[in-house]
């Protein structure tokens, strides 16, 4: 830009460029919070002594089949809201009387508000990741020491059963493969069909794998 451009000119050029700084903050911004979960997973893992890729095996289910899963993703009566804040996220817990809302999932690991929110004091803290993430955690090993398996425990996570909670079991297997094809086998894979196996992404899964070489921390 010469000194002798029109102010104008000038006013809309340093416009421009603060939009493209901010659009940068925000592209920067998103893959930190796909990240968020992740990190939380691989440390709650260890911490709750769940099979290495199990639990992020279950959120790229429950949450989706991003980076890692959405972080602050909030399900209201089955239409999914993806924010990119705790506070934006905790709104969606109740409704506009200020009433806890009985129909919403939250978080890294989609936990159910109303079976769940007794454990998080205050209650908003269940869309935090790091909170949510170590309460799967925690809740994952208590129904295998229940269930006697593994493969028990996660049919039972989302609180299914039958054929749904078979299906439900499948998807998380098929995502196991892609992450950790032994711990896979902790899952049994009989009666799986195609139609119930989901595919991590290749970046999911090269994150996750050379995350995994490191120690978690």
Known sequence: MSAGAPRSTTRLFKTAIAGLFVGLGLLAAAPAAHAACLDHI???EKEAGVPSGLLLAVALVESGQSISSEAYA?????TAH??????AAAKYLRDPKGNLRQDVTAGCMQLSLSDHKAAFHPVE????PKENVQYAARMLARLRATAGSWAAAVARYNGSSGKTAHAYACKVRSNLVSLNSVNASLIDGNGCSDEESTAVTPR??????????????
């Open 204 to 217: 999911t899964r090269r994150v996750y794998q050379s995350a995994t070489t490191e120690p978690v921390g």
């Open 125 to 128: 803290k269940i869309v935090d």
């Open 82 to 87: 993806f924010v990119s804040t705790p506070t």
């Open 42 to 44: 691989l440390q709650a």
């Open 74 to 78: 909030v399900n209201v009566k089955g």
